[in-house]
């Protein structure tokens, strides 16, 4: 059962417009999220987070957007870059009896078009 | 470069086998992450230790052990492999506890046949 789910695979965008990166969970425990951009062979590098008591989130270009009635959140950048292109991961995070737990989406591949 | 290592990058071996993955944190980090990216999913959250005890423990099996050294270096054992367990694994640190920011290493690209 996937808590943290990224429906669309990939996504293609024109330089200079907006990419719209969309994330969905399932579970209402979870207290932060957070977004990282992946290279091929390098590891995730963290991007933006956002409290689960917030509702946006703003650094540069890039945007988080939460929906806490939705379990919904979102990640906009502009302008949209050819440096952009890369795969993004949602995160989300929440505490149990085991410790703090992490649940990593499986991944939207971003391709942003020159 | 996130400050993170890893060792080795790649590794074959066979099924049954056992192996060890080292991770060096960041300089000042506490607290190590381990995770695992079978091809096409997401990272799954295995353990994670912070100054050496373990702190919060994901989906790890029971063939899969971790620890981390008084120099904060941590170490990933996987034993009795199957040719189900290939796949990245990574490490990240933080600087502590209930820290949201990781960063990660490069991974290790774990092969078993």
């Known amino acids: 059962d996937q808590q943290v789910k990224q429906n669309s695979p990939s996504l293609s965008v024109q330089e200079g417009r907006i990419s719209i990166l969309n994330c969905d969970y399932t579970?209402?425990?979870?207290?932060?999220f957070l977004w990282y951009k992946k290279y091929p062979a390098e590891g995730p590098t963290f991007l933006i987070s956002i409290s689960s008591i917030k509702d946006k989130n703003e650094d540069g270009r890039f945007t988080v957007f939460l929906n806490k009635s939705a379990k919904h959140l979102s990640l906009h950048i502009v302008p949209s870059q050819p440096g952009d292109s890369a795969v993004y991961f949602c995160?989300?995070?929440?505490?149990?009896?085991?410790?703090?737990?992490?649940?990593f989406g499986p991944g939207t591949r971003l391709s942003v078009l020159p | 470069d996130s400050g993170v290592t890893q060792t080795p990058k790649h590794l074959i071996t066979a099924t049954g086998q056992r192996v060890t993955l080292r991770c060096s944190p960041r300089s000042g980090d506490l607290s190590v992450y381990w995770y695992q990216q079978s091809l096409d999913q997401g990272l799954q959250f295995l353990i994670q230790y912070y100054n050496g005890e373990e702190r919060a423990k994901g989906n790890i099996l029971e063939r899969f052990s971790a620890q981390q050294f008084p120099d904060l270096h941590s170490e990933l054992n996987l034993s009795s492999l199957e040719l189900g367990d290939s796949a990245l694994y990574f490490c990240?640190?933080?600087?502590?506890?209930?820290?949201?920011?990781?960063?990660f290493g490069p991974g290790t690209r774990l092969t078993v046949t």
């Open positions: 995160a989300a995070s929440e505490w149990d009896n085991y410790g703090q737990n992490f649940v």
């Open positions: 990240a640190s933080s600087v502590d506890v209930g820290t949201y920011e990781q960063y």
């Open positions: 579970n209402s425990m979870f207290d932060y």
